[in-house]
């Protein structure tokens, strides 16, 4: 059974940072694509930030140059780490798996972390 | 243009059908994809490459496309499809920036 786990969610101040991370398990991690989505209070989703099987990283203009992807395989594991935070990404943030070694869709998803961003 | 957009709501009868659009220029060359996500849980996907079910989804649950248009069709409406609907492409370049549509909140009357 594929699972994904967030962890890492927290409350911080405006310019502050934070690691977000995402245990998973029920597969060959390294063969699949991962993604990060968010979906602010109220709002719709909206698509973070991707890494293929290979390490190739992709960011939403909204997050270039502050967020930065990666993944352990040898660990399971996906992490998000967001620096010069900003209200408008106060979120759940939510791990998702691609089907492929590439995101073009999503199979499974987490249950999603909160991350709120205020003083 | 970068965007899908989903109409912000539909009402639907139960046992009446529901239709759920969306539009955009990438759907013209990409494939849609649609998830259903109820309050507090994570989103599932319904329906991929405009019309396929994945495994364990109803068979009420159908996709359609035409030209820049998808629509997900649920047939005969139930209390539990009450939730917000999402479609999702890829951007015009294949993969990239991965888009998502406002959503489509599907209330059952």
């Known amino acids: 059974e594929v699972q994904l786990l967030e962890s890492g969610g927290d409350l911080v101040q405006p310019g502050g940072s934070l690691r977000l991370s995402c245990a998973a398990s029920?597969?060959?991690?390294?063969?699949?694509?991962m993604s990060w989505v968010r979906q602010a209070p109220g709002k719709g989703l909206e698509w973070v930030s991707a890494?293929?099987?290979?390490?190739?990283?992709h960011y939403a203009d909204s997050v270039k140059g502050r967020f930065t992807i990666s993944r352990d395989n040898s660990k399971n594991t996906l992490f998000l780490q967001m620096n010069s935070l900003r209200a408008e990404d106060t979120a759940v943030y939510y791990c998702?798996?691609?089907?492929?070694?590439?995101?073009?869709?999503?199979?499974?998803w987490g249950q999603g972390t909160l991350v709120t961003v205020s003083s | 243009s970068f965007e899908l957009t989903q109409p912000p709501s539909v009402s639907v009868s139960p046992g009446q059908p529901a239709r759920i659009t969306c539009s955009g220029d990438?759907?013209?060359?990409?494939?849609a994809y649609w998830y259903q996500q109820k309050p507090g849980q994570a989103p599932v996907l319904m329906i991929s490459?405009?019309?396929e079910r994945p495994s364990g989804i109803p068979e009420r649950f159908s996709g359609s496309s035409s030209g820049t248009t998808v629509t997900l069709t649920i047939s005969g409406v139930q209390a539990e499809d009450e939730a917000d609907y999402y479609c999702?492409?890829?951007?015009?370049?294949?993969?990239?920036?991965?888009?998502f549509g406002g959503g489509t909140k599907v209330t059952v009357l």
């Open positions: 999702q492409s890829a951007g015009s370049s294949g993969t990239y920036p991965v888009l």
């Open positions: 998702a798996k691609a089907p492929y070694t590439a995101i073009v869709f999503f199979d499974y």
């Open positions: 029920g597969f060959t991690f390294s063969s699949y694509a």
């Open positions: 490459k405009d019309s």
């Open positions: 890494i293929s099987g290979g390490g190739t990283t």
């Open positions: 990438a759907l013209a060359k990409q494939y």
